[in-house]
């Protein structure tokens, strides 16, 4: 069974940062993206940033851009993080992991498996 547990959420003030992990278990997600997502109060769950099967490939919203980085560790089946910078009160929201079978996935429906998420709140 596919399980993505996250954690390090939590509460930082703006212009702090905070890393965020995806703990993935129950198949080889090796060669599979990872994104993060995240939902604001009152709004729509939305990208975040992506990062490909081989590590090699990263690409983010325009909105969290040079704020933002995503690695993996396929080598611990497979752990990734999401690590963010100079964080902004409206960055305030649940963050998200989530695995898709496919390239380049930014939209909600081509993942295919979800964390429950984790909060992450910015004080300013």
């Known amino acids: 069974q596919v399980q993505l547990v996250e954690s390090g959420g939590g509460l930082v003030q703006a212009g702090g940062s905070l890393s965020l992990s995806c703990a993935a278990s129950g198949r080889t997600f090796s060669s599979y993206t990872m994104g993060w997502f995240r939902q604001a109060p009152g709004k729509e769950r939305e990208f975040v940033g992506a990062?490909?099967?081989?590590?090699?490939?990263?690409?983010y919203a325009d909105s969290v851009k040079g704020r933002v980085t995503i690695s993996r560790d396929n080598a611990k089946n497979t752990v990734y993080v999401l690590q963010m910078n100079s964080l902004k009160p409206e960055d305030t929201a649940v963050y998200y992991c989530?695995?898709?079978?496919?390239?380049?996935?930014?939209?909600?429906?081509?993942?295919?498996?979800w964390g429950q998420g984790t909060q992450v709140t910015v004080s300013s």
């Open positions: 990062i490909s099967g081989s590590g090699g490939s990263t690409y």
């Open positions: 989530a695995v898709a079978y496919r390239d380049y996935a930014r939209l909600e429906d081509q993942y295919d498996y």
